[in-house]
């Protein structure tokens, strides 16, 4: 007679238990940046709707044109239109100057312009943050890959010496 009047308090108790335990398992609805915004340009060219990006990106006013011109530039660069690509990182050069001109030199290069590449990196080795080290490390690699092995080392190991000294940020990609 107790068992029949102990089960339903039991079940009354552990409804809600499992409920409140079935919300905290739930993963949280993913919020959709808003249209027209960097954000909603960003994840369109993450999901490689490349037209769509385009069209944002070269929308993007203020604040936020430096970032989203050369986010096109790597959206051009990534569909082979390297000429376009190339006036669209000059125009993100106002605000991401460094990653700009990482990404000029990158176009250069495969555009077998390897020594005006390297010329262009060496004439910005002393910019800084993360443009500045993507600037070292294409040079460095640039270096290795015409055969300047032994002047590539100097610019890698600026990188290194940045992190020993922890002066990159654990979110620098």
Do not use: C, H, W
């Not at 552990?14 to 960003?42: E, M």
């Not at 270096?143 to 000294?165: F, H, S, T």
Request: no cysteine; proline share 6%; charged share 25%.
């Amino acid at each position: 007679m107790r068992f029949r009047s102990v089960v339903p308090l039991a079940l009354a108790l552990a409804i809600p238990a499992a409920q409140a335990l079935a919300q905290q398992q739930r993963p949280p609805v993913p919020t959709l940046p808003p249209p027209g915004s960097l954000g909603a340009a960003l994840d369109s060219a993450r999901k490689t709707e490349y037209a769509d990006a385009e069209k944002q990106l070269g929308a993007i006013t203020g604040a936020d044109k430096p970032a989203a011109q050369l986010e096109l530039a790597r959206v051009l660069r990534d569909q082979g239109k390297y000429t376009e690509a190339d006036k669209a990182a000059v125009a993100a050069m106002g605000g991401k100057k460094g990653e700009a001109i990482a990404l000029r030199a990158e176009l250069l290069f495969r555009a077998g312009k390897r020594d005006e590449a390297i010329k262009l990196l060496e004439q910005n080795i002393s910019e800084t943050g993360a443009g500045g080290r993507e600037i070292k490390l294409l040079l460095g690699t640039y270096r290795i890959a015409v055969g300047k092995r032994a002047d590539a080392e100097a610019p890698l190991m600026d990188i290194v010496a940045e992190y020993n000294q922890s002066k990159i940020d654990p979110r620098d990609g």
